[in-house]
């Protein structure tokens, strides 16, 4: 059922991309941002907006723009993440990651271009939101991508490779590089559904902790998962002594913390009345997903 749902959303994002790629200029970088981008990918990012969307009571023709403008900053942040300089994998849903297929200067392109396509996608005239929205919304992202947020995250999790860091230091580097975004994603879509200030601040921390299970989950996978589900290289985090949950506390206790999180996120939804069950569906795919 969960998965049904994902290919669809994914489809829907997908189409949305292709189509608004293919009303812009011709460029060299389009093949590889397409390949970074579009035909692979959960897009649990659009998902939780689409989840979130159900629960707000928001029509999805006014959050497709958005979810697009996500998997645009995720993409490249993957793309990114690859590299040599970064994480240095090869393989990326289950094909040569994007700097293997182009080339490392291509690659650092075609990323640097899914970053501004996210803006120029949510500034679109097709997006029938009102400035006011927009410029929240646009504000709100590159706050959540840059230094304060994924970027941020990313250089403390490069920084913190075999040094000892405690439990606070790293769920601080995981709610930064995974959490915000996520965050994002529900804080846009009650942006979107006029909720005031309090809820808008109350949705976006949810969808923080929702992506933060969502990074745990991921460590959980790199331990136990498989590589062919996945898609990309496991069993690695140990070995680059990665700062994550599992190494710090091991994998029961880890674990437990993890679903101690998800009760944690169930509870706090249950204040949001009808309209939870894709949302709940969603949360419980996410610790017990194996790609
Ligand atoms: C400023 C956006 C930006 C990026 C530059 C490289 C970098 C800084 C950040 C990397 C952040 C990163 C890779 C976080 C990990 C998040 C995570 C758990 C990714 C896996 O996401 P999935 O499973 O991937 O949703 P799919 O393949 O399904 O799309």
Not at 144 to 160: N, P, R, V, W, Y
Not at 165 to 186: A, D, H, P, W
């Amino acid at each position: 059922m969960i998965k049904s749902k994902l290919i669809q959303n994914a489809k829907k994002i997908d189409n949305f991309l292709i189509n608004f790629l293919k009303k812009q200029k011709y460029s060299l970088l389009v093949a590889p941002m397409k390949y970074g981008l579009i035909s692979g990918g959960k897009k649990i990012r659009s998902t939780i907006i689409l989840d979130t969307g159900k629960l707000l009571r928001i029509k999805e023709k006014k959050l497709v723009h958005i979810c697009a403008a996500v998997e645009c900053i995720h993409s490249y942040s993957l793309i990114h993440d690859d590299l040599p300089c970064m994480d240095n994998d090869s393989i990326r849903r289950g094909k040569p990651s994007t700097h293997k297929k182009f080339g490392e200067a291509t690659a650092v392109l075609a990323g640097n271009s899914l970053l501004t396509l996210a803006f120029e996608i949510i500034a679109d005239k097709k997006n029938f939101l009102s400035s006011k929205h927009k410029n929240d919304i646009m504000r709100l992202l590159a706050n959540f991508s840059g230094h304060t947020g994924i970027a941020g995250g990313q250089e403390l999790d490069l920084k913190f490779e075999n040094k000892r860091k405690n439990l606070e230091q790293i769920v601080n580097m995981q709610r930064k590089k995974t959490g915000k975004l996520f965050n994002f994603c529900m804080q846009t879509t009650a942006i979107i559904a006029n909720k005031n200030k309090k809820e808008i601040l109350s949705l976006g921390q949810l969808g923080e902790e929702i992506g933060l299970l969502f990074q745990f989950a991921d460590d959980f996978l790199d331990v136990k998962g498989s590589k062919k589900l996945a898609g990309k290289p496991l069993k690695k985090d140990k070995k680059k002594g990665k700062s994550t949950l599992v190494n710090l506390l091991g994998y029961e206790k880890a674990f437990k913390y993890a679903d101690k999180l998800k009760k944690k996120i169930l509870l706090k939804l249950t204040k949001h009345g009808k309209n939870t069950k894709d949302l709940i569906d969603t949360i419980e795919f996410i610790l017990g997903r194996n790609f």
